[in-house]
């Protein structure tokens, strides 16, 4: 065990000498954790039990399709305000968000014409995305009630929507999220653990695989054949200075998350951990067979950031999974990225149990072994 322990020691004061990879440690995790929380803060607004959206509707003599159409986006999680005109504020400032009607909206509605909608929005991509969707479902809902109003208690009128609304729903679908938390992850609260999975993983594909590369590629591992210590201990010592350097990673998010962005971890801070030592273990074994298959430095690091970035992509660390199309949902399940976050998520977010995540658990635990046997088979010293 001494040389086991000499040789991790050796290689985690290695890699701490490096810049990049103290860049990556200690300074990148708060920028990131900061710029893609900010930016996915808006995923959860608007969804039941989250604050409503503040929206300004712009139209000129609506009529009275104006109450059907508010009481459908007040459904949609929308807090309207009407208006004839925009008129910019002194700072030169116009709303957020505006959705813009066809003048006398109603009258054209009466005479079977086209109206023309259009909505405008600040918000970034995927939270206007999501808006649009809200927006389209309460539109259409109020047209809904428009043809059903006209063909059963029509004419129409303000009466008739007023008798349909006031009717008994045949049909009604209940809603509501899984767990403690009322909405999907997002902020801090998805930016913490997304990015502390990302970059343990790409620090340990990265600047552990080339430094091994280097040491072969530079006969430094010869030297260590040479010397009293067998082949078990030379790759032990490799996989626990990689795993020191994975629980620095996550020691340091850890900290970050915590004490400068206010990330509540859950009741099951214990199993969060377990969770995070796993994934450091995935990761020391990927990173140390990187690091045996590559020729080149350069092919390491290359090879180590494309993989990051789409396992990071992929398993649901940049944004929600939940926001994402059902074959990239089905794709996270398949990869150790989506394993971590599902089971952090589970704890966190939806606060379901520890005993959720043991599968979750038990996959990192194989795939760090499988990694770990293919890195052994691999490992040679030049």
Known sequence: MKNIFFIAWQDVRNQLRDGSTLLWLFVMPPI?????G???GGFSSGISGGQATPLTVVSESPGFLKEQIDLRLSASDFDAEWVEAIVPEDD???PSRTLTFDADLTDKVLAVQQVKVSYDTKANALTREFEEIRINRALHTAL???IIADATEGPL?????IRLNSAPRVWQLDVSPAGKRLNIPSGFQQAVPGILVMFTLLVLLTSSSTILVQERTQGLLRRLASAPISKAEVIAGKWDGRMMLSVIQITVALLFGTFLFKMDWGPNLGMVIVVLIAWGGFCASAGLWLGTVAKTQAQAGGLGVLAANVLAALGGCWWPIEVTPEWMQLVQKLLPTGWTMDALHKLISFQTGAATVVPNVVMLLIATLFFGWLAVRRFRYE
Do not use: C
């Open 92 to 94: 030169g400032t116009t």
């Open 157 to 161: 009128d303000a009466g008739s929507l």
């Open 144 to 146: 809904a009630d428009i």
């Open 38 to 40: 900010t930016v996915t």
């Open 32 to 36: 990131f954790f900061y710029f893609i």
